[in-house]
Each structure stands twice: as structure tokens, then as C-alpha cells.
């Protein structure tokens, strides 16, 4: 008669190894799945700046389009409580002026170390154009 795999003990040590081995994979796998995630997460970094400003532009380029069409030829600024305008403009003025205050922040953001401040700025000036638009069609 044939032997079935030894005695228990090598048998047991059959299957010690065997667990062995699936767990150094184990490892493996995790070791490859965290050196993904650090990568993407260094990137992520490098990129941020970009990545922060992308939204940014986009919507202040569909704010100054939209206010494009919608605005009147001439705007009103700095409304008075009788409802009359102090000073007017030109509606191109009225959109470039905002757009470029938006990209003059995000420029400061990519020259500087900090980016989170000049970014926040960024976002508070696209309230600009909206206050403008919401100036010009509502008025007192």
C-alpha cells in the first residue's frame, strides 16, 4: 500500500506552509495596493494646484458668458438708496473686470507656497459677477 502524505507532522507542516504562502500574497497584494494609493496621493499633491483652479476658471468663464448676454449695454455700479446707479459702465468691462480679478487671484495662487488663501479669495470673487447681474436686473 501506498503511503497518503506522511505522518501528521508533515503533513502539518505541509499546511503551515501553504499558509505561509498565502499570506506572504496576502502581503504582496497590500504592499502593491499601497504603493498605488501613495502614488496617486503624491500626485494628487503635486497636481493641487491645478486641480483646485480648474473649477475656478470654469465657472467663472460660464458666469462672464452668461453675463455676456444677459447684462444690459450699459451696468449700473454702486447702487444708491434712491435706486439710481452712481457710475456706469460698459457690459464688456463688467465682465472682464471680474474675470480677471478671479484669474489674477488664481495666478497669485500658483506663484505662491500657500495655496488655500489666495484660492479661498478666488472663490469670493465669483460672487462678483453674480452681484452684478442680480445689481443690473433687480435693482431697488
Same mark, same amino acid.
Given at each position: 500500500?501506498?503511503?497518503?502524505? #506522511? *505522518?501528521?507532522?508533515?503533513?502539518?507542516?505541509?499546511?503551515?506552509?501553504?499558509?505561509?504562502? #498565502?499570506?506572504?500574497?496576502?502581503?504582496?497584494?497590500?504592499?502593491? *495596493?499601497?504603493?498605488?494609493?501613495?502614488?496617486? #496621493?503624491?500626485? =494628487?499633491?503635486? =497636481?493641487?494646484?491645478?486641480?483646485?483652479?480648474?473649477?475656478?476658471?470654469?465657472?467663472?468663464?460660464?458666469?462672464?458668458?452668461?453675463?455676456?448676454?444677459?447684462?444690459?449695454e450699459q451696468v449700473g455700479i454702486d447702487l444708491q438708496a434712491t435706486g439710481e446707479f452712481a457710475q456706469t459702465i460698459s457690459r464688456n468691462l463688467a465682465v472682464t473686470g471680474p474675470l480677471g480679478l478671479t484669474l489674477a487671484c488664481l495666478l497669485l495662487m500658483f506663484c505662491s507656497r500657500k495655496t488655500i488663501y489666495p484660492w479661498a479669495i478666488s472663490i469670493f470673487t465669483l460672487t462678483l459677477p453674480l452681484l452684478l447681474l442680480l445689481s443690473n436686473t433687480y435693482p431697488a
Open positions: 500500500m501506498k503511503k497518503s502524505g #506522511g *505522518t501528521a507532522e508533515q503533513q502539518g507542516e505541509a499546511v503551515q506552509t501553504a499558509e505561509v504562502s #498565502g499570506f506572504e500574497k496576502f502581503k504582496a497584494v497590500v504592499s502593491k *495596493t499601497n504603493y498605488v494609493i501613495n502614488l496617486i #496621493g503624491v500626485w =494628487l499633491f503635486r =497636481l493641487r494646484k491645478i486641480v483646485m483652479a480648474a473649477p475656478v476658471v470654469y465657472v467663472a468663464l460660464k458666469l462672464a458668458s452668461y453675463n455676456t448676454a444677459h447684462l444690459p
